[in-house]
């Protein structure tokens, strides 16, 4: 680009497009995790969807998880996914760092208490809890990266 005049233009309209892909996704246009990588391909976390989705870790049918089984995850944040007959049925996130992470998001849909079952979804996830397959993509550990499972969630969703 021999004219300067163009090249600023052409660089401040890609720079609006990147700002319009994370606005997408976290609601604003600035944001600490959630950027455009080099390729122009929304990254969260430094990590795009294609590698978040690479990350998810089965845990087993929800009904049949148990304490010991999510007690590794106790302080871990991110996403879990709920699916049935092969179908992602329902994507949600643990935020609660420093209360349970996982083990308390997850074991409120299957223990005595219907805390987790005041909504449509958390009814549909205890009704459905024998034939549901959890998997959970492991964000962090902290404060930090609550950001980054919230908009990531979004995505996912998406």
Not at 55 to 64: A, E, H, P, T
Not at 112 to 133: E, P
């Amino acid at each position: 680009m021999n004219n300067p005049e163009f090249a600023r233009r052409v660089q401040e309209e890609k720079e609006k497009i990147e700002k319009a892909k994370v606005k997408i996704y976290t609601g604003n246009t600035e944001s600490n995790s959630v950027k455009t990588n080099s390729h122009g391909e929304v990254a969260f976390g430094g990590h795009t969807v294609s590698q978040w989705n690479n990350r998810w870790v089965n845990l087993g049918i929800l009904s049949s998880l148990t304490l010991e089984d999510l007690s590794l995850y106790n302080k871990h944040i991110g996403l879990y996914k709920a699916e049935m007959n092969g179908k992602v049925a329902y994507v949600g996130k643990a935020i609660e760092y420093s209360n349970g992470g996982f083990r308390k998001r997850l074991r409120d849909y299957v223990r005595n208490s219907n805390s987790a079952r005041t909504h449509g979804s958390g009814m549909k996830m205890n009704d459905n809890a024998d034939y549901l397959r959890i998997s959970i993509l492991i964000v962090g550990d902290s404060a930090e990266v609550v950001e980054t499972v919230i908009a990531l969630e979004t995505a996912m969703i998406m």
